[in-house]
């Protein structure tokens, strides 16, 4: 009896054991997940800082605005000024400078791509139990398989690897650039990228696997060249503007707005949202050659003036920002992404060898951020660079064309002004300008001359930088690149 009475408590208490520990293990994996956010990472491809409804009343983008107003509008939000740079910030976490992505922008047929000397925001991520996965723009450099979204991070990949190809056909120069992962893709002939890239995000999230943490790059095309987007968004939304670019490029501004209204709707049928954090950022300023709009801020994408530099962006996650419906005036640059979303993960508070500083605690409280200085950026091509103090925007040599004040025709009547652009070329820039943002956001007034005092400082400042520059990758174009040998399409296999 006894030793029977002993294997049956035995047995009892082992299953209870059992029990026990799996309760435990299962509860601090529910722990360790739930207290890991979804991230959501949309960028948009050359929207201007006017180019939203929030600060143009043209723009017909109601959830973004929305989204905006309920969670936080970052109004002191640096990017790099063009593509590249830009999304090579954000996924290493370092000035572009430090990694020879100053000057150029990856061309198709280029030797030239993110270096893979560093883990990189998609692999930290995995590496911290998310699920990684990328939609649409890459544009960080393609000639060998190693340097492409699925080998760096990402589970999987559904996009293109350069610029500026057509919406429909997916052509860029003569090749056709579109995969599902490594694959070839052709079913996405004929579609709008903006519903291809949707209609993945959707798939994406109604597929995942909720056991695991989510992080998703959305990276559309939308609102880069070439002008284009189905009349229905013309029709519906953009009636009021009489200029065509303006207004197609209004259509495609409705149209990542509707993208981004269908992706957030998945997200709430999932059930996920509470427990998600979206950032929406555009990568550079708006071109202003390209029917975007910055004004009132000076300068277009491609300089380092502000409306190259300040994106329009927000964050948005209602069950976890302490503060909503207000804008958010700390400094934030584009390498601090990826050191806050290590942290939001459960990564620690930063990431070594890096630039970026994590902004975590502090857009989730509201409080006051980490950073009082960033580099606009300094390129020993053009020899110029800028240099970010509190209020204070040091620039160095000439900023860049287009200059001045742009304003696109249905702003003309609005804000009472007209296009005021300045001609000059980098021999007429003075050596060096000082502007004072609070009061001056618009770049109008250099005061050098009266503050030599900060003038002094900044430029020791600024020179302290110089040293770690690494030359820029001005690469030669290779003709293996072509696509005349991979079956007409832009693929990897020629470095
Ligand atoms: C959003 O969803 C609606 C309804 O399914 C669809 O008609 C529309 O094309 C979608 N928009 C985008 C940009 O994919
Ligand atoms: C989700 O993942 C967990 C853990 O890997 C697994 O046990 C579960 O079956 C998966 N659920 C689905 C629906 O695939
Ligand atoms: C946001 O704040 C403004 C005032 O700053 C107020 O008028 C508006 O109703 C608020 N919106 C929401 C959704 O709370
Ligand atoms: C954002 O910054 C601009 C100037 O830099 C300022 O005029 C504006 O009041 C700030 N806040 C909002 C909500 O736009
Ligand atoms: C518009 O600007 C002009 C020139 O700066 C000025 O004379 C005029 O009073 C302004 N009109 C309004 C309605 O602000
Ligand atoms: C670069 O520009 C600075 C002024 O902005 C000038 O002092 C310096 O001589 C220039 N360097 C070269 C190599 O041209």
């Given at each position: 009896m006894v030793p029977i009475m002993t294997r049956a408590a035995v047995y009892t208490l082992s299953l209870l054991l059992l029990l026990l520990c799996t309760l435990h293990s299962r509860d601090v994996v529910n722990a360790a997940h739930s207290s890991q956010p979804n991230i959501i990472f949309i960028l948009a491809d050359d929207l201007g800082w006017s180019d939203v409804g929030w600060r143009n009343?043209?723009?017909?983008t109601p959830t973004l605005d929305k989204m905006a107003t309920e969670g936080m509008i970052l109004n002191q939000s640096y990017v790099q000024q063009t593509c590249s740079p830009s999304r090579a910030a954000l996924m290493s976490g370092r000035y572009p400078y430090h990694i020879g992505f100053q000057h150029e922008t990856v061309s198709a047929?280029?030797?030239?791509?993110?270096?893979?000397?560093q883990l990189i925001m998609p692999e930290a991520l995995k590496k911290l139990g998310y699920a990684t996965h990328m939609v649409g723009k890459w544009h960080l450099g393609f000639c060998n398989w190693r340097y492409t979204p699925t080998y760096r991070g990402f589970q999987s990949f559904y996009g293109y690897y350069n610029a500026a190809e057509d919406y429909y056909t997916h052509i860029q120069k003569h090749g056709y650039d579109f995969r599902d992962d490594d694959q070839v893709d052709k079913s996405a002939v004929g579609h709008y990228s903006t519903n291809l890239f949707t209609d993945r995000a959707i798939r994406i999230i109604n597929d995942h696997n909720t056991s695991q943490p989510l992080f998703l790059y959305l990276a559309y095309q939308a609102v880069h060249e070439p002008l284009q987007v189905p009349q229905w968004y013309l029709d519906q939304?953009?009636?009021?503007?009489?200029d065509n670019d303006r207004k197609i490029k209004c259509g495609m501004v409705a149209a990542l707005d509707e993208g981004v209204k269908n992706v957030t709707d998945t997200l709430k049928q999932r059930g996920l949202m509470d427990n998600t954090f979206i950032i929406f950022s555009s990568d550079?300023?708006?071109p202003v050659r390209a029917a975007a709009s910055n004004y009132p801020l000076r300068g277009s994408k491609i300089t380092i003036w502000e409306g190259g530099t300040r994106a329009a962006a927000f964050v948005y996650a209602p069950s976890l920002l302490q503060k909503t419906n207000s804008s958010y005036e700390e400094l934030i640059h584009i390498t601090d992404w990826y050191p806050t979303l290590v942290e939001a993960a459960g990564g620690g508070s930063s990431v070594a060898n890096i630039d970026g500083v994590s902004q975590w605690k502090n857009l989730l409280s509201g409080g006051s951020g980490p950073r009082h200085e960033f580099l606009y950026n300094m390129d020993e091509v053009t020899n110029s660079s800028a240099l970010r103090q509190g209020r204070f925007k040091l620039v160095q040599g000439y900023p860049g064309n287009p200059n001045g004040w742009f304003v696109t025709p249905e702003l003309e009547k609005l804000v009472n002004a007209t296009t005021d652009e300045i001609h000059n070329g980098r021999g007429h820039s003075p050596p060096y300008q000082l502007f004072n943002l609070n009061r001056d956001p618009e770049e109008r007034n250099d005061i050098l001359d009266s503050h030599q005092d900060v003038f002094q400082q900044m430029k020791a400042r600024l020179d302290s930088y110089r040293p770690s520059l690494l030359p820029s990758k001005t690469t030669d174009r290779v003709h293996a690149a072509d696509p005349s040998n991979f079956n007409g399409n832009w693929s990897p296999g020629w470095c």
């Open positions: 009343p043209f723009m017909p047929n280029h030797v030239f791509h993110l270096p893979n000397d939304h953009c009636s009021s503007i009489v550079n300023g708006g």
